[in-house]
């Protein structure tokens, strides 16, 4: 693997997998503690939707994703605002027509040979410079946001009703939350793929939730688990020819199960 190290694309393929996984660390937390994780999964496979504009009339991947996940979210984030109830109909509906309406253009586009398998699954070792700089953008505006403001997103993330009377605008902060979470999942989409990009954005979180007992904290564990997850899942990809994404979720996952073997039988000894 330390040959491998002088080709480009392998360096790309680092460093995009460091700058999403502290992305992730950071936005995946604030996703579990908010209880967005199906929310998040609606946005995610909707936004084959912005994939699908990107390939019919040729505009930037990114560009055309991450505007049209936000447009996304917005719509989300209004409804959930006045008709909560009707919350996960509306996230269903975005998932399928968001799928079926970028098929659909990816189909209709005159000689596109649509590589399926790269966006439901990812391809970090196809990471572009361009990639590498909207992901270092990202997490420097992620980072500012949260230093900023992590009192009051720690407010809104475990009591929205205190928050409010604190006289903090909750909604706001709830949009902003939603907005950098579809963001953080048009990149991750890159690194693992649609099918997988939650399982990227929640296994490094539950297992940092074990030993985090502050969100500060399980920020920066969970940000360092991703790291070694990505790192560990790139080298395995490379050196077995596997895809990226499912090599890193394994590994997320077998690191897991470890732990929950781990704190079962820490539990059997304390019960016996």
């Known amino acids: 693997m330390l040959e491998s190290l002088s080709y480009t694309f392998i360096q790309n393929a680092l460093i995009a997998g460091i700058l999403v996984s502290i992305i992730t660390g950071i936005i995946g937390s604030l996703i579990v503690v908010n209880k967005m994780v199906f929310l998040s999964g609606g946005i995610a496979h909707s936004a084959y939707g912005g994939i699908g504009i990107a390939v019919f009339f040729g505009l930037p991947m990114l560009l055309s994703t991450s505007l049209f996940c936000i447009f996304i979210t917005i719509i989300i984030a209004l409804v959930s605002y006045k008709r909560r109830e009707n919350l996960d109909i509306i996230i269903a ?53 949260v230093f900023t403001f992590y009192r009051d997103i ?97 590994i997320s996952s077998l690191v897991l199960l470890l732990v929950l073997f781990y704190k079962y039988f820490i539990y059997k000894i304390k019960t016996n």
């Open 93 to 145: 509906l975005t998932w399928a027509v968001g799928m079926s309406f970028g098929i659909m253009l990816v189909d209709l586009t005159p000689g596109y040979q649509s590589d399926l398998m790269s966006y439901l699954f990812g391809s970090l070792l196809a990471v572009t410079y361009e990639d590498i700089y909207f992901m270092a953008i990202l997490l420097i505006i992620i980072l500012i946001i």
């Open 154 to 250: 720690l407010a809104v993330s475990y009591d929205s009703e205190y928050a409010k009377l604190r006289g903090i605008k909750t909604k706001i902060f709830y949009t902003l939350i939603l907005i950098l979470s579809s963001l953080t999942i048009v990149i991750s989409i890159k690194i693992v793929g649609l099918i997988l990009v939650i399982a990227l954005l929640t296994i490094p979180i539950y297992i940092a939730n074990f030993f985090a007992n502050k969100l500060s904290t399980m920020m920066t564990l969970s940000s360092i688990l991703s790291m070694l997850f990505t790192i560990l899942g790139l080298y395995i990809s490379y050196t077995f020819d596997l895809s990226s994404g499912p090599s890193i979720i394994m």
